[in-house]
C-alpha cells in the first residue's frame, strides 16, 4: 500500500536538475510532496489534486497522472538548499485527509 | 505566527512505561495528525482529530490513544511501551479539508 518513489537517492551538481517520481497501487485523490533534512520535520513543498488543482512553491513543480496513479516532482537548476529526502504523501480519497507516505528520495546537491 | 509546536523535543522512557506527547497547531488551524517516523523511513499515520473526536486512524494499536482540547491542541498517549516504539513522533496540522498539513519539529522518544 505504501507508494513506491524513484529513484531512492540522487546525487546532483548545483544548477542540474532532477526528476522524482512516485507510483502507487491505489487509486489517489491527491498527492503531496514535502522535503525533509536530516533532523527535522517534513515541509510542505506542493499538493496536486485530482482534476488538476495544484498548490505550492513556486519554483518546483510536479505533475500527476490520475489514471496511472502516478505524480512526479521536477527539480530544476537545482540549488544546495534542496538537498534532503523527499518525500510523497498520497491520499486516496477526498473524505480521509489521511497521508501515506511513500518510500523516500535522497538527494544531495553539490556545488 | 507560530507554527505548529510540540513538546517535549526528547524523551528517554524504560519498556512498560506510559508516555504523553503534546501539539500545538497553526493559528487558525482545527485539525491535528499524529505520525510516527522510525529512523531512515517515511512518516506513518497514527491517527488524527478534527472538533475534539478521532477521525481517522492508521494501523496502529490500541496501546496508541490521544485527545484534542477544545483550543484544538492534542496530546498522542502511548502505553505499556514497547522498544519498537522508538521513533520520531511528528504532529501535522491542518484547516479542515485545506489540504495542506504542516509538521511540528517532532519529539524523539528513545526507549530503553
Known amino acids: 500500500q505504501q507508494p513506491v518513489q524513484s529513484p531512492q537517492a540522487v546525487i546532483l551538481r548545483e544548477g542540474e536538475d532532477a526528476v522524482i517520481n512516485c507510483s502507487s497501487s491505489k487509486a489517489l485523490y491527491s498527492v503531496h510532496w514535502y522535503r525533509q533534512k536530516h533532523g527535522e520535520a517534513p515541509v510542505f513543498l506542493m499538493i496536486l489534486l485530482k482534476g488538476g488543482e495544484q498548490k505550492g512553491h513556486e519554483k518546483i513543480s510536479a505533475s500527476f497522472n490520475e489514471k496511472k496513479q502516478q505524480s512526479s516532482l521536477y527539480l530544476t537548476a537545482s540549488q544546495l538548499s534542496y538537498s534532503g529526502t523527499y518525500f510523497c504523501?498520497?491520499?486516496?480519497?477526498?473524505?480521509?485527509?489521511?497521508?501515506?507516505f511513500g518510500t523516500g528520495t535522497r538527494l544531495q546537491v553539490f556545488p | 505566527d507560530a507554527g505548529v509546536t510540540q513538546s517535549p523535543t526528547h524523551l528517554i522512557k524504560t519498556r512498560g512505561q506510559q508516555v504523553t506527547l503534546r501539539c500545538s497547531p497553526k493559528s487558525g488551524h482545527d485539525t491535528v495528525s499524529w505520525y510516527q517516523q522510525a529512523l531512515g523511513q517515511g512518516p506513518q499515520f497514527i491517527f488524527q482529530y478534527y472538533e475534539e473526536e478521532e477521525r481517522q486512524r492508521g494501523n496502529f494499536p490500541d496501546r496508541f490513544s490521544g485527545h484534542q482540547f477544545p483550543n484544538y491542541s492534542s496530546e498522542l498517549n502511548v502505553n505499556a511501551l514497547l522498544l519498537g516504539d522508538s521513533a520520531l513522533y511528528l504532529c501535522?496540522?491542518?484547516?479542515?479539508?485545506?489540504?495542506?498539513?504542516?509538521f511540528g519539529p517532532g519529539t524523539r522518544l528513545t526507549v530503553t
Open positions: 501535522a496540522s491542518s484547516s479542515f479539508r485545506d489540504y495542506e498539513q504542516y
Open positions: 504523501g498520497t491520499e486516496i480519497s477526498d473524505n480521509t485527509d489521511k497521508l501515506i
